[in-house]
């Protein structure tokens, strides 16, 4: 592997991403996959791991293994009884329901260390939400979207495993359906995220990296690979699964300590949740890293085109689009950024009023808009997401 160079700490996420070493500059031994050439999908996943790997060592902060501290903490509370004995015991399975007038009910029969213990972690569980929104702006929505496949897998499992504590050996019915509709929602919930990033990186490499040459459209295609990422995200989807069958088959069983090799049930609810929080840092960060500092939003090409037409028609947002600057001279540009992130430059062509996204056709000439935009005031040509200082985008 090629030794890449230092990048500065300090340098904002979507810079940091662009500079030192690129995807595309990490080389390994394929001897392998050269032999099977169906297994260089392998080869690549591992040097895309390779990529985040030196990414994650050279990017993280003390916000970020903060953050995963925060979430391990909030597994093992929820996970680990501590001597109280609530969970390890099987608690009073006379006691159920959570009906607060119903003084029988099992939520005002449970021992206030476990009640205690109880609101610990689920504030544990708000402040890492709360956090993955302060370091990952751009994937708030993700970030709860993750949260919706946890809860969801949760919720279908204690219900399922309440007709079934056997689930899935009891082959009751509706005990499958429920947990049939969780895993639906699970998946519809990883597809849209999946599909909104993607789509995403789509545009970015189309309007930010479009090059006459389309070997150089394939390299920078290339260095925006999601393959390892969505391994990743496809386990999570899976692992919120098991997470959630093997917590809710152990506090199913009434003594759960008479029962041999029960334990095993608590520490793959443990271990499957620590693994989880990882992939769910791992999952908002980088989409983030890519991003960068820029004010847009991560959505599917469809719920792009229906936002454009809003903003058109003037019903979505009446703020007005934000001019370039020269990053030389300072002087305004012909290109402008409408307040949903999206860019729109003038075209080169003399005579033309025409505009378009950089990469796209003018909608007057037909010519290809170039990426770069030239000052008029000292003909410095820069990137047009140069001449916009203060938002980098992916």
């Not at 090799?261 to 271990?271: A, C, D, E, G, H």
């Not at 990053?327 to 430059?345: Q, Y």
């Given at each position: ?305 229906v936002g454009t037409i809003r903003d058109s028609t003037g019903k ?79």
């Open positions: 592997m090629t030794e890449a160079p230092e990048e500065e700490s300090e340098t904002e996420d979507g810079l940091v991403f662009h500079e030192g070493s690129r995807l595309t500059d990490l080389k390994i031994r394929q001897n392998l996959s050269i032999d099977y050439p169906m297994l260089e999908p392998l080869h690549h996943l591992k040097i895309e791991f390779m990529f985040h790997f030196y990414k994650i060592k050279t990017t993280w902060t003390m916000s970020h293994w903060t953050t995963l501290a925060i979430g391990f903490m909030a597994v093992i509370l929820s996970g680990w009884d501590f001597g109280i004995n609530e969970i390890s015991s099987g608690g009073d399975f006379y006691s159920i329901g959570i009906d607060p007038r119903d003084d029988n009910s099992g939520i005002w029969n449970i021992s206030n260390a476990a009640f205690a213990l109880s609101l610990i972690s689920f504030g544990l569980w708000l402040i890492l939400l709360v956090r993955l929104w302060a370091i990952f702006p751009l994937m708030r929505s993700q970030a709860v979207s993750l949260y919706v496949a946890l809860i969801a897998a949760e919720f279908s499992q204690y219900w399922a495993h309440g007709y079934d504590s056997k689930f899935p050996f009891g082959l009751d019915s509706f005990a499958i359906a429920i947990s049939f509709v969780g895993l639906i929602l699970i998946t519809f919930v990883c597809f849209i995220l999946q599909r909104a990033v993607t789509e995403t990186r789509d545009v970015h490499v189309e309007e930010r990296h479009w090059h006459p040459d389309p070997r150089q459209r394939e390299i920078a295609k290339r260095d925006h690979s999601l393959i390892a990422w969505s391994f990743a995200l496809v386990t999570y989807c899976v692992l919120v699964f098991i997470h959630a069958w093997s917590g809710a088959h152990y506090v199913s069983a009434r003594e759960p300590s008479e029962v041999e090799w029960w334990w095993v049930f608590k520490l793959v609810y443990t271990v499957t949740g620590l693994i989880l929080v990882w992939l769910m840092v791992h999952v908002l960060w980088y989409p983030q890293i890519m991003l960068g500092s820029a004010e847009i939003r991560i959505e599917s090409d469809r719920a792009r085109q979505a947002s009446e703020e007005p689009a934000r001019a370039g600057k020269c990053p030389d001279c300072g002087e305004v540009t012909p290109v402008k950024m409408r307040a949903n992130g999206e860019i729109e430059a003038a075209c080169a062509i003399d005579g033309c009023n025409g505009t378009a996204s950089p990469g796209e056709k003018c909608n007057v000439c037909g010519t290809r808009i170039s990426s770069r935009v030239i000052c008029l005031a000292c003909n410095t040509s820069a990137p047009v997401g140069n001449h916009f200082s203060d938002d980098e985008a992916w």
